[in-house]
């Protein structure tokens, strides 16, 4: 069971717009930072959301991050074959012990 | 261009040990924190280890805690993780992931830059 919570799937038309919650707790989403990883298929995860809202470059503006107070959404907006993937949520977590956790997951479909 | 370079990986027996090496190239190594994450097949990530840029503090899973060690060689450019005790649900795709950052707080501990895994599976 993961610490934070997604849910497992989610699914939409190409142009359609797609959000991903992910919920955690005072010790992690509500004092750290969210980070948000695409992962295709047989690859290694990419990082597409930093530091809740930040995209890096290259990463398309279709894609955005937000947070308010212990849970986080990735939002992808005119959906597109190529965004088929499992993403996934991450927080630092200050609890006794501290480390990064992850979310369980959540697998677009494009439809 | 960064670029992480995982070896080690193969097979091994329950109770066996096994160490991993990260070779990083393209960034000042010293600089960052770095990490190891892992995927079970079929599974989500989930976070094994961290290492701060110096290497004197480290951060574990409560599930690897006493069996694995994170090291760091700043002067190779190589990151390592002793893995010990190895048990049948170590079984995944070991990844290093560089931090974001060239900041040693915990808020630089997450995986930004990824490498492409390097696979152990533990069985008999």
């Known amino acids: 069971q993961s610490v934070l919570t997604q849910p497992p799937s989610a699914s939409g038309t190409p142009g359609q717009r797609v959000t991903i919650s992910c919920s955690g707790s005072s010790s992690n989403i509500g004092s750290n930072f969210v980070y948000w990883y695409q992962q295709l298929p047989g690859t290694a995860p990419e990082v597409l959301i930093y530091r809740n809202n930040q995209r890096p470059s290259g990463v398309p503006d279709r894609f955005s991050g937000s947070k308010s107070g212990t849970s986080a959404s990735l939002a992808i907006s005119g959906l597109r074959s190529e965004d088929e993937a499992v993403y996934y949520c991450?927080?630092?977590?200050?609890?006794?012990?501290?480390?990064?956790?992850f979310g369980g997951g959540t697998k677009v479909t494009v439809l | 261009e960064v670029q992480l370079l995982e070896s080690g990986g193969g097979l091994v027996q329950p109770g066996g040990s096994l160490r991993l090496s990260c070779a990083a190239s393209?960034?000042?190594?010293?600089?960052?924190?770095m990490n190891w994450v892992r995927q079970a097949p079929g599974k989500g990530l989930d976070w094994v280890s961290g290492i701060s840029p110096s290497g004197s503090i480290t951060y574990y899973a409560d599930s690897v805690k006493g069996r694995f060690t994170i090291s760091r060689d700043n002067s190779r450019n190589v990151l390592y993780l002793q893995m010990n005790s190895l048990r049948a649900e170590d079984t995944a795709i070991f990844y290093c992931?560089?931090?974001?950052?060239?900041?040693?707080?915990?808020?630089?501990?997450?995986?930004?830059?990824w490498g492409q895994g390097t696979l152990i599976t533990v069985s008999s």
């Open positions: 992931a560089k931090g974001p950052f060239p900041i040693g707080d915990t808020t630089n501990y997450y995986p930004f830059h």
């Open positions: 991450a927080a630092w977590d200050d609890s006794r012990s501290a480390r990064v956790v």
């Open positions: 393209g960034f000042t190594f010293s600089d960052y924190a």
